[in-house]
């Protein structure tokens, strides 16, 4: 079993910036995906972002330019940086974890929740106007 714990969510004003973190414990991999989905109730999950063992990243298009993901100084933490948050931007966001390298689905851009095995319980971020 892999333990996932996200932090950094909270309330922000338009155009402000929010860092998520996410760190993986239990039984993790040494080659392993991690990545960051949101969910808005009543909506589908969209899959944002997600970093490869090796440290290579994938950015969705749709916030490619506002979002950046990026490896933490221990190996099994994930980065979401957002900047110039907008009110649409408001969700769940969850952190996801693959016990095996990014698929090449995944590398390609189109971020999948059924490439991860594992979930976190979610962190909210919600932007006012």
């Known amino acids: 079993q892999v333990h996932l714990v996200e932090s950094g969510g909270g309330s922000v004003q338009s155009g402000g910036s929010l860092r998520l973190s996410c760190a993986a414990s239990?039984?993790?991999?040494?080659?392993?995906?991690m990545g960051w989905f949101r969910q808005l109730i009543g909506k589908e999950r969209e899959g944002l972002a997600a970093?490869?063992?090796?440290?290579?990243?994938t950015v969705a298009d749709s916030v490619s330019g506002r979002f950046t993901v990026s490896q933490g100084d221990a190996k099994k933490t994930v980065l979401l940086q957002i900047v110039n948050l907008r009110p649409e931007d408001t969700a769940m966001y969850y952190c996801?974890?693959?016990?095996?390298?990014?698929?090449?689905?995944?590398?390609?851009?189109?971020?999948?929740?059924?490439?991860?095995?594992?979930w976190g319980q979610g962190t909210q971020v919600t932007v006012s106007s």
């Open positions: 970093v490869n063992f090796d440290g290579a990243t």
């Open positions: 996801a974890y693959s016990r095996w390298a990014c698929s090449p689905r995944v590398r390609s851009g189109v971020v999948t929740g059924s490439d991860f095995d594992y």
């Open positions: 239990g039984n993790t991999s040494s080659r392993h995906c």
